[in-house]
């Protein structure tokens, strides 16, 4: 086997394995977005968190159910600058059977991640299966 075929052939695993991360996520998001309730929150406060280099602003958002529970969360997506201000109202997604399965109702909040990862699968599909497909015209060319 050579060289060139193992590393489309990587390339092309990752980037399969990276799209369909981008489907379980998306399909994940889409099944949340069937049952949610919709509410007003308010921006409670920014949690910061440093990373590799930089760090990110998080929205703590808090926000009333149906049935009157007061519910405080905390968003997975963090930007610097922050996305949000203290004291906004937002829009929130929550599950009524556990409100603290909550997202802000944006669509930066709720497709960003499935994006990524399906835009990285395919351009590792597509490195991986060009290196594949010039690999097997030169067998047989």
């Known amino acids: 086997m050579s060289t060139e075929f193992m590393i489309?052939?990587?390339f092309a695993f990752v980037g399969l394995m990276f799209v369909a991360l981008s489907i379980f996520v998306w399909l994940h998001?889409?099944?949340?977005?069937?049952?949610?309730?919709?509410?007003?929150a308010t921006v409670i406060r920014l949690?910061?968190?440093?990373?590799?280099?930089?760090?990110?602003?998080a929205a703590v958002f808090r926000f009333k159910t149906f049935d009157g529970r007061s519910v405080e969360v905390e968003e997975?997506?963090?930007?610097?600058p922050p996305q949000f201000q203290v004291g906004e109202l937002?829009?929130?997604l929550y599950n009524p059977e556990d409100p603290r399965q909550a997202r802000i109702n944006r669509w930066m909040n709720l497709y960003?991640?499935?994006?990524?990862?399906?835009?990285?699968?395919?351009?590792?599909?597509g490195i991986g299966f060009l290196m594949l497909l010039f690999q097997f015209l030169d067998i047989f060319g």
């Not at 998001?29 to 007003?40: D, E, G, L, N, R």
Request: net charge positive; hydrophobic share 40%.
């Open 47 to 57: 949690s910061y968190r440093a990373g590799y280099k930089s760090g990110g602003y």
């Open 8 to 10: 489309g052939s990587i």
């Open 29 to 40: 998001t889409y099944t949340f977005m069937q049952t949610a309730q919709v509410t007003t």
């Open 112 to 125: 960003l991640v499935p994006l990524l990862f399906g835009g990285m699968g395919l351009i590792f599909c």
């Open 90 to 92: 937002v829009d929130v």
């Open 76 to 80: 997975n997506l963090r930007t610097n």
